[in-house]
T-cell receptor, first 118, second 111 residues
C-alpha cells in the first residue's frame, strides 16, 4: 500500500518568492495534517483537515501561509512570500479520522519537503 | 514552558545496553500518549502507544504516570539499528488527534 506522498522533496528559493508543497494522503484517510519541523525540534502542527474542511488552523501564519484541500483528497500548502525563517521541513500526515475510533488515531507521515530560503 | 519536554541527548550507549528516556507534559487533560521514532532525514513513525498500565513491545517498554505527568521509554539490549531520535508525543484533545511533539531524544548505539 502506498504511503503519504509529498512533492517536491527539496526546494531552494530566494526570499520573497512564493513556494507550494503538495501532499497526497493514504487512500481512504479523511484527516490530513501539515506540520513544520525545524532542525532539532519536533514537528509542530500548522493545519488539520477533516475531509475538505480546515478544522484547526490556529497555528498557521495566515499572513503568508495558505492551504487548501479541494475534494477532500490532495492538499497544497503555499507560502507567499517566503522568508529566511521559513527554512524547515514541511511534513504532511494523514489518518483514518476520528470517526474511526481508536483505529483512526495513528498518523502516517510523508517524507517531507525540505525548504531552504536564501 | 514547553507542553512536552524531553532531554535532547544525545545518549551514547554500547550495543546490548539498556537505556531509558523520560518525558514530561504540562497539560493534565492530555488524553493519549505515544513514542515516535525518527531516523535522520526521515519522517516520524509510530513506535508504540503508551498506556496507563504500562506496555511492552519486544525490547521496548513504555510507562505512563498521570499523577506526575511523566512518560518513559525503556530499550533493553540496544541494537545498532536503534540509533534514531525518539519523540515523545501527547494528544491534548479528546475525540481527535491534536498531537504535540517533544523535541526528541537522540540515541546513538555504538559497536
Amino acid at each position: 500500500e502506498a504511503g503519504v506522498v509529498q512533492s517536491p522533496r527539496y526546494k531552494i528559493i530566494e526570499k520573497k518568492q512564493p513556494v507550494a508543497f503538495w501532499c497526497n494522503p493514504i487512500s481512504g484517510h479523511n484527516t490530513l495534517y501539515w506540520y513544520l519541523q525545524n532542525l532539532g525540534q519536533g514537528p509542530e502542527l500548522l493545519i488539520r483537515y477533516e475531509n475538505e474542511e480546515a478544522v484547526d488552523d490556529s497555528q498557521l501564519p495566515k499572513d503568508r501561509f495558505s492551504a487548501e484541500r479541494l475534494k477532500g483528497v490532495d492538499s497544497t500548502l503555499k507560502i507567499q512570500p517566503a522568508e529566511l525563517g521559513d527554512s524547515a521541513v514541511y511534513l504532511c500526515a494523514s489518518s483514518l479520522g476520528s470517526s474511526s475510533g481508536s483505529l483512526g488515531n495513528e498518523q502516517f507521515f510523508g517524507p517531507g519537503t525540505r525548504l531552504t530560503v536564501l | 514552558r514547553k507542553e512536552v519536554e524531553q532531554d535532547p541527548g544525545p545518549f551514547n550507549v554500547p550495543e546490548g545496553a539498556t537505556v531509558a528516556f523520560n518525558c514530561t507534559y504540562s497539560n493534565s487533560a492530555s488524553q493519549s500518549f505515544f513514542w515516535y521514532r525518527q531516523d535522520c532525514r526521515k519522517e516520524p513513525k509510530l513506535l508504540m502507544s503508551v498506556y496507563s498500565s504500562g506496555n511492552e513491545d519486544g525490547r521496548f517498554t513504555a510507562q505512563l504516570n498521570r499523577a506526575s505527568q511523566y512518560i518513559s521509554l525503556l530499550i533493553r539490549d540496544s541494537k545498532l539499528s536503534d540509533s534514531a531520535t525518539y519523540l515523545c508525543v501527547v494528544n491534548t484533545r479528546r475525540g481527535f488527534q491534536k498531537l504535540v511533539f517533544g523535541t526528541g531524544t537522540r540515541l546513538l548505539v555504538s559497536p
